[in-house]
């Protein structure tokens, strides 16, 4: 393993670094929804490199759900979520030292184990994954998984609803409403009792 | 096959520092897209120098994972701005008010 290696694609890594650059900042400016914008950067990047790596299906599917859904509502649960009295979310960081202590050990670690693994420097098995084999093996090996997966989103889905929902104010709580069929069974078992005595 | 796997535990760590420092919720949330992201992108690079369907097929997976976990988390995240008037996770330390 030597440097030449290493540099032979500088397009691989001018996207690599730039994907880093932009989570760097993700994960650091103050304002939340610039950060939120910069992981939107960082997550189009790596459809970039998907899309260098010839996975194009992929790249196109990290676009639409990440930078067009998962940015979209990290962005609405900001504005949802401000303090009242600033505008834009600002936030504060924790023991940065500590934790930039933390990463560049598990950095270091990464790096270790990487350089240490043999065959990872082979030229590629020439066979790129094409979208109809990415098709056949979702729909051949891994098909009850897929089917699996569409029942999560579902449930995804309708946890988020029943999670989030506003209770209406006009509308009784449950421990309410039992308490009025319990007065209401007292109300009608007193006025047959009362029709009894009546007869 | 090396520079994408240096860059995605580059990008891993930089989640890692993120989650550390991160007071307030959806920072939190932030953070494990971009672990989450760095994962995917081992799991594609691999499956192509492998040449095998199989990295690919996990990425997809990750991801609609990944997305049903932003859904919750975000219900979450609105669930504990309502109940306490802000969302700084090491604030909220009771489960009820």
């Known amino acids: 393993m030597n440097l030449e290696m290493l540099m ?11 994907t880093l650059a932009f989570a760097m900042l993700a994960v650091s400016v103050k304002n939340l929804v610039h950060a ?3 992981l939107g950067m960082s997550l189009l990047g790596t459809a970039a490199l998907f899309a260098k790596f010839d996975a194009s299906f992929l790249a196109a599917i990290q676009v639409l759900l990440y930078v067009g859904g998962v940015v979209v509502l990290l962005i609405f649960g900001v504005m949802l979520t401000r303090e009242h009295d600033n505008l834009a979310a600002f936030r504060t960081t924790r023991r940065p030292v500590r934790a930039a202590l933390v990463a560049i050990a598990l950095f270091v670690g990464l790096v270790h184990a990487i350089l240490n693994t043999p065959g990872l420097g082979d030229p590629s098995a020439g066979k790129l994954v094409s979208m109809p084999d990415l098709g056949m093996s979702l729909l051949g090996p891994y098909a009850f998984a897929f089917e699996v997966l569409s029942l999560l989103l579902l449930a995804a889905m309708v946890g988020a609803v029943v999670l989030a929902r506003k209770r209406d104010p006009g509308q009784p709580s449950a421990k309410k409403l039992i308490r009025h069929r ?13 029709d009894e005595v009546g007869q | 096959m090396i520079a994408i ?9 930089a989640g890692v520092f993120g989650l550390l420092t991160q007071k307030h919720a959806i920072g939190v949330m932030i953070a494990i897209e971009v672990m989450i992201n760095a994962a995917n992108l081992v799991l594609v690079g691999l499956g192509q ?38 969302v700084q996770v090491d604030e909220a330390r009771e489960m009820r008010q």
């Open chain 2, 5 to 13: 796997l240096l860059i995605a535990s580059a990008l891993f760590c």
């Open chain 2, 49 to 86: 120098h492998k040449g095998a369907a199989v990295g690919q097929s996990f990425a997809l997976f990750t991801i609609a994972i990944a997305v049903a976990e932003v859904v919750v988390g975000l219900a979450i995240v609105l669930l504990l701005y309502r109940s306490r008037g802000d």
């Open chain 1, 182 to 194: 319990n007065l209401g069974r007292q109300v009608v078992e007193g006025l047959a009792a009362t």
């Open chain 1, 8 to 18: 032979q694609d500088p397009a691989l890594w001018g996207l690599g670094i730039a």
């Open chain 1, 36 to 38: 939120v914008l910069w």
